[in-house]
């Protein structure tokens, strides 16, 4: 009975060294990358790859998607192949986005739920930030030709200014 126990610790230490060896090898490593940077805001209400509602902390990417429309796929952006939820960091310069209540956040970090740019005109890598849906009283709910679903603040915040001052921005950022 002892021999059968020790064989059998010894079975299931080994079973758990080798998933550990399989699933726990250490850090993942990433990559930097120097790329163009635009802003938006009053996105559609859920992400193009997501069901969660957008917000700050979202971007959109180039998508390889030529397998439904072969005519707006970015075959040459590598970044096109990351799947939704990837996450870029290190973002520098990081934009500064304001809240509902008019608190500034600066966000380095951003993970990827939405794609755009179908004729893929940004430059690989191109990394679309979304600054939020909130405007002001007389302000229409259009930022940009986008008319979606925005919020009314009444302390001073225009997420549509913010991301259209963002404008084409030559950021760095570390990515998969």
Known sequence: MGRLLTLALAVTLAATSAFGAVFFSGPVSATGYSAYSTGYAF???????????MAPGQFA???YHAYWNPVTACYNDPSAWWPSGTWITNM?????????NGYSYQYTAFWLSDWGDPPC??????????????KQPPQACDCNNATEYCYVSYDYVDNCQDAEGWGYTSVSY???
Request: proline share 8%; no cysteine.
């Open 43 to 53: 996105a559609a209400y859920t992400g193009a790859w997501s069901s969660s509602q």
């Open 61 to 63: 990417g180039h998508w």
């Open 92 to 100: 520098n310069p990081a934009p500064w986005i304001v809240d509902g």
């Open 121 to 134: 005109g940004a430059g690989n890598y191109w990394a679309d930030v979304y600054f939020g849906r909130w």
């Open 174 to 176: 570390t990515g998969p």
